[in-house]
């Protein structure tokens, strides 16, 4: 399986401003998703980052509060802008290799306390 | 719209238990199930079933999937410590490969 990491692990933020979330694999993989976890809840997927074209988001997200990036094959950074509150939640990237039967895998996430 | 429901939402037991998790769902265009282990911020794979009656084994988890009746168990023989997590069921789409989670079972194995 792909090594995943993420930055920064954790962090506080005061409301209305913005944070950029990256997430870093440590081989080329074919697809990227970003997940938000709200406390208590499961996971929901925000959106496929798509390399060299504009992410595909799922309902419910747009991409002026959940801009995202992805310029290669290892890499994609989800920011989180105009923060509030309900936004505390953990952030996750997840990863497909791309070969049959390949399934999918999570970075180590990002904890969003947003006061 | 896709659903996936979990049940029990918690469960509290003594090592040495048995337990047996239960994933329900409804998916338009099923590509596999998929278990996963949370117990502090990053799930960790645990299974991936396409196949109905295969029982896929990893030391005391095991797991299997009933696609004529939409269900999977996770069962986990002689728990331990060590297995208190959140017991995450998600299905993936054939179609762009994303995955719907459940809600997830809390399990609590106390010493």
């Known amino acids: 399986s792909a090594v995943i990491s993420q930055k920064p692990s954790r962090d506080i933020c005061q409301r209305g401003t913005s944070l950029t979330i990256q997430c870093q694999v440590d081989?080329?993989?074919?697809?990227m998703f970003w997940y938000r976890q709200q406390p208590g809840q499961s996971l929901t997927l925000i959106a496929t980052?798509?390399?060299?074209?504009?992410?595909?988001?799922e309902s419910g997200f747009v991409i002026d509060k959940f801009p995202i990036s992805r310029p290669n094959l290892t890499f994609s950074t989800l920011t989180v802008s105009n923060m509030s509150p309900e936004d505390s939640s953990i952030y996750l990237c997840?990863?497909?290799?791309?070969?049959?039967?390949?399934?999918?895998?999570f970075g180590p996430g990002t904890r969003l306390l947003v006061l | 719209e896709d659903k996936v429901v979990q049940s029990p939402l918690s469960l509290v037991v003594h090592e040495g238990d048995t337990v047996t998790l239960n994933c329900s769902y409804e998916?338009?265009?099923?590509?596999?199930l998929l278990w996963y282990k949370q117990e502090k911020k990053a799930p960790t794979f645990l299974f991936m079933l396409?196949?109905?009656?295969i029982e896929k084994k990893s030391g005391r988890l095991s797991s299997i999937l009933d696609k004529k009746e939409l269900f999977s168990i996770l069962n986990i023989t002689a728990t331990q410590t060590g297995d208190s997590a959140i017991y995450l069921c998600?299905?993936?789409?054939?179609?762009?490969?994303?995955?719907?989670f459940g809600e997830g079972t809390q399990l609590t194995v106390n010493p």
């Open positions: 998916v338009t265009n099923f590509r596999s």
């Open positions: 980052a798509n390399q060299g074209s504009e992410a595909t988001y």
């Open positions: 998600a299905v993936e789409e054939t179609s762009g490969s994303r995955l719907t």
């Open positions: 081989s080329q993989v074919t697809m």
């Open positions: 997840s990863v497909e290799g791309g070969r049959a039967q390949e399934t999918q895998y």
């Open positions: 396409t196949s109905s009656g």
